[in-house]
Structure formats: structure tokens, C-alpha cells
């Protein structure tokens, strides 16, 4: 059974810092792309980082890059999060989801990790505030 398991939200002041993990377990680690999303209340669910354990690409979005991170220890099945610089608009449910890196139609084919909506392992959320 594929499971993902959020940790390490909590609250911290602007421009502090968090870093959540994303324990895995149920697939072959090495083979997959783990990514963070985020929902912050009453918008949508977006992409945040994300990580292709098969090449070691890493995608960020726009609003994050410089200030987040996204590693992986393989050894331990984790992929960990680490945020720094937290901004008031970084507040939301954070979450970590996952899926195969390679095409099963085409092996040699692997994907993008921001290919958001290719995302069909997913792991409950861990709320991240942060405040002025």
C-alpha cells in the first residue's frame, strides 16, 4: 500500500524558517517523483516544488524559488521541504504527493515532476502558518 506521510508544519513568524518531511513507503522510492502542493485558504491547490528521484531534476514555482528547497534521502525514504524566508502568503495546508517517473508505455520516457497533474499518490496535509 502506498502511503505518504506530512510532518513538521507548524507556526512561525515572517521570515523564519520550517522544513516539513514526507515519509514514504508501499513503492520503489528511487523510481518516483515526489512533489509539495499547497491550499491556502480559499484558493486552489497549487504546485509548489518538486523533485524526480530518477535524474534528480528539480522544479520550482516562481513564488518559491530562492527561498525553498526540496531534497531527498533514499536512504530513509524521505523527501524533506525546507522553507526559509516565510512569507504571510506561504500560509497554507501543505501536502506531498507522488507518482511513477518513468512512461510505462515508453521506459526510456520520463516525465517532468511539474507535470502537476500527473500526481496520483498523495499524503495528508500538515498546516503551515505564518505570521506578522
Known amino acids: 500500500e502506498v502511503q505518504l506521510q506530512a510532518s513538521g508544519g507548524g507556526s512561525v513568524q515572517v521570515g523564519g524558517s520550517l522544513r516539513l518531511s514526507c515519509a514514504a513507503s508501499g513503492f520503489t522510492f528511487d523510481d518516483y517523483i515526489i512533489g509539495w502542493f499547497r491550499q491556502a485558504p480559499g484558493k486552489e491547490r497549487e504546485g509548489v516544488i518538486c523533485l524526480n528521484n530518477i535524474d534528480d531534476s528539480r522544479h520550482y514555482a516562481d513564488s518559491v524559488r530562492g527561498r525553498f528547497t526540496i531534497s531527498s534521502d533514499n536512504a530513509e525514504n524521505t523527501v524533506y521541504l525546507q522553507m526559509n524566508s516565510l512569507k504571510p502568503e506561504d500560509t497554507a495546508v501543505y501536502y506531498c504527493?507522488?507518482?511513477?517517473?518513468?512512461?510505462?508505455?515508453?521506459?526510456?520516457?520520463?516525465?517532468?515532476?511539474?507535470?502537476?497533474?500527473?500526481?496520483?499518490?498523495w499524503g495528508q496535509g500538515t498546516l503551515v502558518t505564518v505570521s506578522s
Open positions: 504527493a507522488a507518482f511513477p517517473a518513468r512512461d510505462p508505455a515508453y521506459y526510456t520516457r520520463i516525465y517532468y515532476c511539474d507535470d502537476w497533474s500527473r500526481y496520483n499518490y
